[in-house]
């Protein structure tokens, strides 16, 4: 597949924004989309603009970025459905959304900065799980990626301080998370909501930030 442009799903922390500078030094154009979490997270979208406009000086490039908030989906899900599928299902969500928002921008691929083993939506049975929801491809530069050698990319061009800065982190994550899900387990419980009508909310609340 040629990579012509992609989609980053760009956190406030130290790793997506590491895969998309990865990808811009290949001279391949990204738009960034922000997912906003509150009532569970705060202060992530200050952040993400910070890092995207770090990027733009860097790679001399202009990059979009959108924001969209799922807080009230995930809130509906942890009320009810599996609590400890939580982090499956906000990903699975983010990838939908994502595809969507990539057609609409000409992406050809998702990009994001999992790192295989990080957390609990990062395993390989989860990443599987996750990605089987969408049609277009995901690129993952740093899956096989050493902690140390990220954070030392990011450091190295100046993304460090900004991430690290202080947040209100995800209080959704569940204290239990499942670290081997099956495509069965999890759809049984999306069969709980209408999915089309959260994704539909969503793409109605998207703001481009930048």
């Known amino acids: 597949m040629e990579l012509k442009k992609g989609l980053l799903l760009l956190s406030s922390g130290i790793d997506s924004v590491i895969a998309g500078y990865i990808i811009l030094s290949s001279n391949i154009e990204i738009v960034a989309v922000h997912f906003i979490n509150y009532p569970y997270s705060s202060g992530t979208l200050e952040k993400a603009k910070m890092l995207v406009k770090k990027l733009e000086k860097i790679t001399k490039k202009d990059i979009k970025l959108y924001s969209v908030p799922i807080g009230e989906h995930l809130k509906n899900f942890k009320n009810r459905a599996n609590e400890k599928l939580t982090c499956i299902f906000c990903k699975r969500l983010m990838f939908r959304i994502g595809e969507k928002i990539a057609k609409k921008e000409g992406c050809n691929f998702l990009l994001t900065g999992e790192n295989l083993g990080q957390v609990a939506s990062q395993t390989l049975e989860n990443m599987a799980t996750i990605e089987s929801c969408i049609k277009i491809p995901v690129i993952r530069p740093l899956l096989c990626f050493d902690k140390e050698e990220t954070?030392?990319?990011?450091?190295?061009?100046?993304?460090?301080?900004?991430?690290?800065?202080?947040?209100?982190?995800?209080?959704?994550?569940?204290?239990?998370?499942?670290?081997k899900t099956t495509l069965h387990e999890i759809e049984r419980e999306e069969k709980k909501f209408n999915i089309g009508k959260m994704i539909k909310e969503s793409l109605k609340r998207v703001i481009l930030v930048l």
């Open 151 to 179: 954070i030392k990319i990011a450091k190295k061009i100046g993304t460090y301080d900004i991430s690290i800065q202080k947040e209100i982190g995800c209080k959704a994550v569940p204290k239990y998370p499942r670290t």
